[in-house]
């Protein structure tokens, strides 16, 4: 099976960084991946689709980007609702494995 | 508006079983796939199975594979999950979400709110 290594596990920024998050997969997956963002208690937020498409309504200072098998989402000025577990999924095929997740805190 | 109601969490003793609901509105259920994608306390987003639109094709993580059985019911705009010889490294909280498209290798674009199941002696 295809793993998804995401990295760093947490991170600690403050209001106005730029930030960068990756996941590598062990195999090629095209650009079949997608990101998401968690806050305890709120169910997950698609924020990226196709490695590099933004959701409708996720503010613009969200991007992904792809460069064969490793995939950023960058967040390109921290804001304080920003503070949450940021996670990546390839879906090209089953099965539809997640990163281990990134911990985003807001210094 | 899409909205995704998840139902049938609770305890369970080990090697018992639950079954999970999930009633979705919003949007015309028996064209997307679906998925469950659960979280264990303290760890990361794990997927666990996958339908098709029609139902006809299925897909399970190697962890629930053999023990769990997703279904859906087009009519009722219903999701299933039924969880047979449960562990307790299966008490998370579990997610119903819907893929953007008609077949299982997709993204999830809504997610319902959860429902906690907690397997216990």
């Known amino acids: 099976d295809i793993q998804m290594t995401q990295s760093p596990a947490s991170l600690s920024a403050s209001i106005g960084d730029r930030v960068t998050i990756t996941c590598r997969a062990s195999?090629?997956?095209?650009?079949?991946v997608a990101w998401y963002q968690h806050k305890p208690g709120i169910p997950p937020k698609l924020l990226i689709y196709?490695?590099?498409i933004l959701q409708v309504g996720v503010p613009s200072r969200f991007s992904g980007s792809r460069s064969g098998t490793d995939f950023n989402l960058t967040i390109s000025s921290l804001q304080p609702e920003d503070g949450a577990t940021y996670y990546c999924?390839?879906?090209?095929?089953?099965?539809?494995?997640f990163g281990g997740g990134t911990k985003a805190e807001i210094k | 508006e899409v909205q995704l109601l998840e139902s049938g969490g609770g305890l369970a003793q080990p090697g018992g079983s639950l079954r999970l609901s999930c009633v979705a509105t919003?949007?015309?259920?028996?064209?997307?796939?679906m998925s469950w994608v659960r979280q264990a306390p303290g760890k990361g987003l794990e997927w666990v199975s996958s339908?098709?639109?029609?139902?006809?094709?299925?897909y399970y993580a190697d962890s629930v594979q053999g023990r769990f059985i997703i279904s859906r019911d087009n009519s009722k705009n219903t999701l299933f999950l039924q969880m047979n010889s449960l562990r307790a490294e299966d008490t998370a909280v579990y997610y119903c979400?819907?893929?953007?498209?008609?077949?299982?290798?997709?993204?999830?674009?809504?997610w319902g709110q959860g429902t906690l199941v907690t397997v216990s002696s």
């Open positions: 195999q090629v997956v095209g650009h079949y």
């Open positions: 999924q390839k879906y090209n095929t089953a099965p539809l494995s």
């Open positions: 979400a819907k893929a953007r498209d008609s077949f299982f290798e997709s993204y999830n674009d809504y």
């Open positions: 919003g949007f015309t259920f028996n064209i997307y796939a």
């Open positions: 196709g490695a590099s």
């Open positions: 339908i098709s639109d029609d139902g006809a094709s299925t």
